[in-house]
């Protein structure tokens, strides 16, 4: 039972940055707009949430941070993409540069170190078992719920709200969108923005959860992230579902490492690189099956 529950945590725990990283994914590549600077919208909500918890001590305050960092960075790439009409693939690998590059920066400036922040508060100490402690702290987390909220939530805007049907509008048919009047850059400028902020809170699960900033941090999970968009056919629920799957992969890993690398005798690298390996996989086997925006495909 205690195993279960440590995966079940780890698996939890890994999924919810993906889960918000791929909503925000969904929500701006739905605009029209391809978004592989998921990277760097982790990695600078992971550095808000972790200059403010520092400064603060509160965990709220950590959260709204990394959601500004995350739309800030966006901002970046919208202004970019949409106001300077960049590529948005060279824009996109530019602000993950920006972001990896840039925190180190802020790291040595604000805490003489360019590889981590000081720790955040310590986890209180549990006197019902680690497994059973790490389940409640997860449970207490809101991010863990913001995920949960926010597939259903973003499903409901695309199918609900004026917003969401221009969004889908300016994705499929950007010059029918303009006939009506929409003004294609600013819809898919709020995409982007509301995206960035979505993928800045699972930056945040990142930093609360590690109790520190760690440069590089993100560890490639935007692309991962990016990878259950397109398995998710850029819908929400089923994009929210495959990062769940890909989180418990990540979870095997780190669960039964140690056993199968004893027994079997697996290189660590190897178990790492089976969650990327068979992401890439289904990735793979998907092309040509899957339709994305027309304005991506265009």
């Known amino acids: 039972m205690t195993a279960l529950v440590v995966f079940l945590v780890q698996g939890f725990t890994a999924a919810t940055p993906l889960v918000l990283a791929a909503l925000g994914g969904v929500l701006s590549e739905r605009s029209g707009v391809a978004t592989i600077s998921l990277e760097g919208y982790l990695l600078a909500g992971a550095f808000g949430a972790a200059v403010v918890a520092l400064a603060t001590g509160s965990v709220a305050l950590a959260v709204l941070a990394a959601l500004a960092f995350g739309a800030l960075l966006a901002a970046v790439f919208a202004l970019a993409t949409e106001g300077l009409k960049a590529n948005a693939i ?15 920066v802020a790291l040595k400036a604000l805490y003489d170190s360019a590889s981590n922040s000081p720790p955040l508060l310590e986890r209180a100490a549990g006197t019902r078992g680690l497994a059973l402690t790490a389940a409640l702290e997860l449970l207490r987390s809101p991010l863990l719920w913001c995920a949960a909220a926010g597939a259903l939530g973003l499903h409901l805007v ?41 993928a800045g809170l699972g930056g945040a699960q990142l930093t609360l959860h590690q109790h520190e900033f760690v440069a590089f941090m993100s560890g490639g999970r935007g692309f991962l992230a990016l990878a259950a968009v397109i398995l998710g056919r ?12 890909i989180g418990f992969l990540s979870a095997v890993e780190t669960t039964l490492g140690p056993f199968l690398e004893r027994r079997l005798h697996l290189p660590t690298a190897v178990l790492q690189a089976a ?22 495909r265009g």
């Open 158 to 198: 695309f199918t609900r709200t004026v917003f969401g049907l221009r969004v889908t509008a300016c994705g499929e048919h950007p010059a029918a969108a303009r006939s009506l009047g929409v003004s294609v850059p600013r819809v898919r400028a709020g995409a982007l923005l509301a995206g960035g902020a979505l």
């Open 234 to 245: 850029w819908r929400p629920v089923p994009a929210a579902l495959w990062a769940l799957v």
């Open 90 to 104: 060279v824009a996109g690998v530019a602000v993950n540069v920006l972001a990896g590059a840039g925190t180190r």
């Open 275 to 296: 969650p990327y390996a068979l992401t890439l996989l289904a990735v793979v086997g998907l092309v040509g099956r899957s339709r994305a925006p027309a304005a991506l």
